[in-house]
């Protein structure tokens, strides 16, 4: 018994190993950290005008952690969303300026999802004047923290109803635009270590048992 017991614990020991050690390899050999230099900011440009959808802005300067933040109704304003993250927990970190057209636009920032028919459900942070002359913008400094690899989504929209603009939103920190890139898939090796482990153990159970 002694000896089935211990035949079994080294099958089990062996496969942990193989497992730990191909998942030890593959991080050395896509480790170039040392060389990487990150990028500090993503930069976009858009256009708001007659074709741009319109949504009932919400209005306010405020955060809420909690997605919650209550608002209130401005009525119909053009607007353009764009998603973005972080991979990292920090502070809203965003700057806009205006290139031509209404020089007074407006950032709200939501949580998943953004609905523009529902456009005061998901709200967490909103800024009307907080860049240059009456753009939007959100200071690191206010501490309005999101949460990393987190989908949220900015919405700059006209202040004044009718309004159109060109503009450019900056991202600092860490964030990026887009949406959240799904989780590393485990890689086919370590799936064939565990299942041949797997294999072996109830192979060495059935025979011993026998």
Known sequence: MMKKFYVLIMLTF???????????????????SEYF?????????????ASSPEFDRRWTNAYDANCSLSTFSAGNRYYQVYPFYSVSDEPL????????????????VYCDPFDATNSDLNITAINDDGGPGSMPAFDPANSYNVSANTQYYLVISTWGAGATGTYDISLGGNFVFGTVPPPAAVPLSNWAFVLFGLFA??????????
Do not use: P
């Open 201 to 210: 153990i109830t192979f060495v159970f059935i025979k011993f048992r026998r």
């Open 93 to 108: 970190d965003i700057s806009s300026t205006t290139t031509g057209g209404t020089g007074d636009m407006h950032f709200t």
């Open 37 to 49: 230099v990150q990028i500090r900011a993503d930069i976009t440009s858009g256009v708001i005008d």
């Open 14 to 32: 062996s496969v942990a190993l193989s497992v730990n050690s191909s998942n030890s390899e593959e991080v050395k050999s896509i480790d170039k």
